[in-house]
């Protein structure tokens, strides 16, 4: 996201476009892939940017291919597999409806064996037109399916921005009656560039004993410890990671609030994090406190 499109952004706004993407807004194609439907993309757009506040243009519409499949040896009348190719543009506006950023998506859809001509020129039209729609709103991030590329996943996959780092909302959409979303167990589509696989926790290591004056280490799952207790330092990466973690929060003043910001972020308590969890919120704490 630009920085000229978040500086235009109310705060209401941008706490849509961080929240998760709910696993009931999460539909499953014929082949069983997760995806998001054209009509939930176009509600969101609305409730973000209001009725008017985004255009679409159909930058060209090509017809890839039309087969006539001829009468079996039963007789009957022939049918058609139509094929098309659609680039579709999207432009949102901000709140007073002037343009602050466009996005591009291409795809191609089919309608196959169809009985009638006009029906399969109009199913193959309409399923490019849907996708290409969809391919050009993700660039708005998790509320619009981005996080599905990353295997197929519900779990929020911007978390934050150094254009707005005030505002880093992760959670349900506000005013909407879901739950907390869970991963759908499903593939990314097959044409899209899926994320790289998530990082295997570290292997288990034995905390160090705490000094009797100091706070206790967070010990390796499945241990449990207080929340918002600071650790010790630890000899292997992950105790690593952590101790730059809670150093992070030490300097953000965000040791209390932390074990729960953690949990809502990442799906699971602080003892049962791995060091490239501990590092990205290293990072996003850094991050908040240098803006």
């Keep these: ?31 069983g892939f997760a995806h998001v439907q054209q009509w939930d993309v176009r509600r969101f757009l609305i409730r973000v940017f209001g009725f008017g506040g985004y255009d679409t243009e159909l930058v060209s519409i090509d017809l890839i291919r039309e087969i006539e499949h001829p009468p079996n040896s039963q007789g009957g009348k022939p049918r058609w597999t139509v094929a098309y190719r659609v680039h579709q543009r999207l432009t949102v506006k901000d709140i007073a409806g002037r343009p602050i950023a466009t996005f591009d ?64 909302i992760k959670g349900p959409v506000a005013g909407h009656d879901e739950s907390k979303p869970e991963d759908p167990p499903v593939e990314p589509e097959p044409d899209a ?46 105790q690593t990671a952590l101790d730059a973690m809670w150093a992070a929060a030490g300097d953000a003043k965000f040791t209390d609030g932390l074990p729960a910001q953690f949990a ?28």
């Excluded at 705060?11 to 929240?19: A, F, G, H, P, T």
């Excluded at 399923?127 to 619009?144: C, H, M, P, T, Y």
């Excluded at 994320?195 to 499945?222: I, L, N, Q, R």
């Excluded at 060091?275 to 996003?284: V, Y």
């Design 1 to 31: 996201m630009s920085a000229e499109l978040a500086s235009r952004l109310t705060d209401q706004q941008l706490k849509v476009l961080y929240s998760a993407l709910h696993n009931d807004r999460v539909g499953f194609n014929q082949k």
């Design 105 to 168: 998506g291409v795809a191609t859809g089919d309608a196959q064996n169809q009985p009638s001509l006009g029906d399969a020129h109009d199913g193959a039209v309409k399923e490019a037109d849907s996708q290409s729609l969809k391919r050009a709103a993700v660039n708005l991030g998790d509320a619009f399916g981005l996080s599905l590329y990353n295997g197929g996943k519900t779990n929020p996959v911007v978390l934050w921005s150094a254009a707005h780092p005030h505002l880093t």
């Design 193 to 238: 560039n899926a994320g790289a696989p998530e990082p295997e926790p570290a292997p288990p290591a034995t905390a160090p004993a705490p000094a009797p004056t100091g706070p206790a280490a967070v010990p390796d799952p499945p241990q449990q410890q207080r929340p918002g207790a600071m650790p010790a330092a630890g000899p292997n990466e992950r």
């Design 264 to 291: 809502d972020s990442f799906g699971h308590p602080i003892e049962q994090g791995t060091a490239a969890e501990f590092r990205q919120a290293t990072a996003l704490m850094r991050g908040s406190a240098a803006a």
